[in-house]
T-cell receptor, first 119, second 117 residues
C-alpha cells in the first residue's frame, strides 16, 4: 500500500515557539491532504483540507493564523503551529488522498502521527 | 454532513472469541464509503476494512467482516477469533462529500477493545 510519512514523530518545544510538521506521500501524488488533531483517548478531529496549489480549507473553530498549512507540491504538505502554547499539545496526524473525487478504499492513507508537547 | 456514532466506549472479549463493535451512521449522500481503522497505542491508523454504499455483499478481510445494514444505517465490525494483539482503539469512519470540492472522512469516537487472555 501507499506510504505517508510524517516528520518529526515527536517534538517538545517551549511555549511561544513555532513548530513545523512535514507530511510526505512517498510513492504517490497526493492531490488532497488532510490534517487531523487527536487528544488523548479521543477521536480524530479534522482541522483542515488542503488541495495542492490552493489555500487550505479550515474546519470551523480552527484558527488559520495559528495553524498554517502549506501544500506546495503533490508530495508535501506542512503544518506550522505558530506561537505554540501548552493547550496546543496534541497528536497531529496527516492523511493524503491520491484521487479527489472518488470514493474508494484505495484513496486515503494516514501518516504515523506527530506528538507535540508544548512546555 | 456526515455523522458516525459508536456507542461502546470500551469492550472486553476473551481471547479466541468473536466480538462485534457497533457503528451507526448518518448521511444525506447517495454514495459514500464506510471504513474501520485500528489505532494501537503507537498512534498509527491502520486500515482494516471498507464497505461501499453500493456494495451488495458484506466486506470481509481475513478475521474482519463488516455487517452492513444499509436500511438501518449500521456498519458493525466483527472480529473473529480475537487475539491479544487486537487490543486497541477501533474507529468507524464515513467518507462523504464535504461540500468544499472534495471528499473527507468523518470519524466516530472510537471503541477501546481489550482482549483478555
Amino acid at each position: 500500500g501507499a506510504v505517508v510519512s510524517q516528520h518529526p514523530s515527536r517534538v517538545i518545544c517551549k511555549s511561544g515557539t513555532s513548530v513545523k510538521i512535514e507530511c510526505r506521500s512517498l510513492d504517490f501524488q497526493a492531490t488532497t491532504m488532510f490534517w487531523y488533531r487527536q487528544f488523548p483517548k479521543k477521536s480524530l478531529m479534522l482541522m483542515a483540507t488542503s488541495n495542492e496549489g490552493s489555500k487550505a480549507t479550515y474546519e470551523q473553530g480552527v484558527e488559520k493564523d495559528k495553524f498554517l498549512i502549506n501544500h506546495a507540491s503533490l508530495t508535501l504538505s506542512t503544518l506550522t503551529v505558530t506561537s505554540a502554547h501548552p493547550e496546543d499539545s496534541s497528536f497531529y496526524i496527516c492523511s493524503a488522498r491520491s484521487q479527489r473525487n472518488v470514493i474508494s478504499t484505495d484513496t486515503q492513507y494516514f501518516g504515523p502521527g506527530t506528538r507535540l508537547t508544548v512546555l | 454532513a456526515q455523522k458516525i456514532t459508536q456507542t461502546q466506549p470500551g469492550m472486553f472479549v476473551q481471547e479466541k472469541e468473536a466480538v462485534t463493535l457497533d457503528c451507526t451512521y448518518d448521511t444525506s449522500d447517495q454514495s459514500y464509503g464506510l471504513f474501520w481503522y485500528k489505532q494501537p497505542s503507537s498512534g498509527e491508523m491502520i486500515f482494516l476494512i471498507y464497505q461501499g454504499s453500493y456494495d451488495e455483499q458484506n466486506a470481509t478481510e481475513g478475521r474482519y467482516s463488516l455487517n452492513f445494514q444499509k436500511a438501518r444505517k449500521s456498519a458493525n465490525l466483527v472480529i473473529s477469533a480475537s487475539q491479544l494483539g487486537d487490543s486497541a482503539m477501533y474507529f468507524c469512519a464515513i467518507l462523504g462529500y464535504s461540500g468544499a470540492g472534495s471528499y473527507q472522512l468523518t470519524f466516530g469516537k472510537g471503541t477501546k477493545l481489550s482482549v483478555i487472555p
